[in-house]
């Protein structure tokens, strides 16, 4: 069965600090993508990034980067140098690569960056 | 990237109304939609999946019948929280499948009184 485990419920760092949200995740299909979203306060979901099964390397977007490891399941995610701006819920997502495409969400982390 | 509209982004009905959430891509056509609840401070759980013309797939737990989704084009699918109680408040949000890549609403936040 599929599964997405993210063990931090909440992290609270201090800005300018570095900061690593974890992710492992549960299939039996070879095919399969991986997702990182953000939630706002607001509400709506912010696509990060999505990486597909193949793709083992990592990715760096700005302060912004990921590592997956399908060795040990994991496509951790890495603020660097935090902001206040980065205060949200982050959750990481799975889908299997049948033609369905639904989402399997984890649980979700909420990081909050203090001035 | 593709708009995904849903209105409203917030709602207030009474015990025992309906109420209805529609999603619209505005610039794309999705054969496939998907509408997902989030109860506060949880995960998103998909609810159901919904195809443009054919019915519905509900989620196990999920009752048919009291979240109508009608998918009657390839820009709108709308669901229905029909004879809503409390327990039913929650953030809705759907989600439209272009290629591989998913795109969600704004969310729509159902508080029943």
């Known amino acids: 069965a599929q599964k997405v485990t993210q063990a931090q419920t909440e992290i609270s760092v201090v800005e300018k600090e570095d900061v690593t949200l974890d992710c492992v995740y549960e299939?039996?299909?070879?095919?399969?993508?991986l997702f990182w979203y953000k939630q706002p306060p607001s509400g709506e979901l912010v696509f990060l990034i999505r990486?597909?099964?193949?793709?083992?390397q990592n990715e760096i977007s700005g302060r912004y980067s990921w590592n997956f490891q399908k060795s040990t399941s994991s496509f951790n995610f890495t603020i660097t140098a935090s902001q206040v701006v980065d205060s949200a819920v982050y959750f990481c997502?799975?889908?299997?690569?049948?033609?369905?495409?639904?989402?399997?969400f984890g649980s979700g982390t909420r990081l909050l960056v203090r001035p | 990237g593709a708009v995904v509209s849903q209105h409203p982004s917030r709602v207030i009905c009474k015990s025992g109304t309906s109420v209805k959430i529609e999603c619209r891509s505005l610039d794309f056509q999705a054969t496939t939609m998907f509408w997902y609840r989030q109860f506060p401070k949880q995960s998103l759980m998909l609810m159901a999946t919904s195809n443009e013309g054919s019915k519905a797939t509900y989620e196990q737990g999920v009752e048919k019948d009291k979240f109508l989704i009608n998918h009657a084009s390839l820009t709108l699918s709308t669901l229905t929280v029909t004879s809503a109680h409390p327990e039913d408040s929650s953030f809705y949000i759907c989600s439209q499948l272009m290629n591989t890549e998913a795109f969600f609403g704004q969310g729509t936040r159902l508080t029943v009184v």
């Open positions: 997502a799975l889908s299997e690569g049948d033609s369905s495409y639904k989402l399997i």
């Open positions: 299939t039996r299909d070879t095919t399969y993508y």
């Open positions: 990486r597909n099964s193949f793709d083992e």
